[in-house]
């Protein structure tokens, strides 16, 4: 299946954020445990102890680390931000009219649609495992039925492609690894790009005049604190190339990478690189003897073995759920 230029961008993006994961899965779960213990129990002389220097590991870990969990709370943001749009929306929605439902059922998100109770046009999708689309009262009043239609083929778009799942990702990455700047321009391609491929699919179903008549009309973004962070939006942001698009009948072409996003990602990868390879020299290597014979030996030394190696991972994963998930979850819980 051929990808469009917007899961392009996305799927380049995810690769990119992915690199600093693989490079830590080759320097080993062991040693990472090492490092925290030997942290943990003798302070930072404990990573130059038994002949070893584990600096350059602990710097890598330490990159490592404060990347994700600027990661996990950009995440934990957006997620609590969807969970409040969706209770204001729900608070506001009214009963469909017969006409609204049968063309959602046309266009494929029967059942997914909700009018919401706001006099500005504008429709957006939201919802991170179970997308909806709202529409405003305001643009109902606003479009006719081709133009409606053409904004919910725009929406299924999003809805189908799990735009608002996506952006999750493409908004988290690029915070957490500043060290690699391309991704920061492979997220503003991706903004883009889902907005040109939606307008798009509704140009194939309703044609070019109707999406352009409900583009012109439902431009506006409605007053809500946790939208920008929590919905698929285009807004005003990319209305200069979805104009472009609508004119010309074919996509423009993205903005090129800029030299010194590339570099600097360069740059990036490769102090990671190195930092890999001193961590391995200095100490990586046989860091889980080390390690069982600095906590006297015994079954904690497994952490390098076959079976160590995968309940160590286990372990890691299973904190950062417990950090991050269950307390975005409580937080939302109310009083």
């Not at 954020?17 to 445990?33: E, R």
């Not at 074919?250 to 990671?272: C, D, F, K, Q, W």
């Not at 014979?293 to 030394?301: A, I, P, R, V």
């Not at 079976?307 to 819980?333: E, F, K, Q, S, T």
Request: charged fraction near 20%; include cysteine; glycine fraction near 10%.
């Amino acid at each position: 299946m051929k990808l469009d230029s917007a899961n392009r961008s996305f799927v380049a993006l995810v690769v990119l954020a992915v690199v600093p994961y693989a490079l830590l899965g080759l320097l080993g779960c062991g040693v990472l445990s090492l490092v925290v213990y030997r942290v943990g129990a003798h302070g930072l002389s404990g990573l130059t102890q038994d002949g070893q220097d584990l600096r350059p590991a602990a710097l890598f870990f330490a990159l490592i680390t404060s990347g994700t969990v600027v990661a996990g709370l950009s995440v934990r943001r957006q997620v609590l931000a969807t969970r409040r749009l969706a209770d204001a929306i729900a608070s506001q929605s009214k009963p469909l009219p017969s006409g609204l439902a049968q063309i959602a059922d046309a266009v494929g998100l029967a059942g997914r649609v909700d009018l919401w109770a706001d006099a500005r046009p504008c429709s957006f999708t939201y919802g991170l495992f179970s997308p909806r689309v709202a529409v405003s009262h305001g643009l109902l009043d606003a479009v006719g039925d081709e133009e409606l239609a053409a904004v919910l083929h725009h929406e299924q778009y999003h809805v189908r492609n799990r735009d608002t799942l996506k952006v999750v990702v493409a908004r988290a990455a690029p915070s957490a690894f500043f060290f690699l700047p391309v991704l920061r321009a492979l997220r503003d391609r991706y903004l883009a790009a889902r907005e040109l491929a939606a307008d798009r699919r509704a140009v194939r179903a309703v044609g070019e005049r109707h999406v352009a008549g409900a583009l012109y009309k439902a431009l506006d973004a409605p007053d809500l604190p946790d939208l920008g962070a929590a919905a698929a939006l285009g807004g005003r942001a990319f209305l200069d190339a979805r104009v472009e698009q609508l004119e010309a009948g074919t996509e423009p072409s993205p903005a090129s990478l800029s030299r010194p996003a590339v570099a600097g990602t360069v740059i990036g990868l490769a102090v990671l690189t190195v930092t890999l390879a001193l961590a391995v020299t200095n100490g990586g290597s046989d860091g889980g003897m080390s390690m069982d014979e600095s906590m006297g030996g015994g079954g904690l030394g497994i952490a390098t073995s076959a079976v160590g190696w995968r309940v160590c991972i286990a372990g890691w994963a299973v904190g950062g759920y417990l950090l991050v998930v269950r307390r975005a979850r409580r937080h939302h819980r109310p009083a």
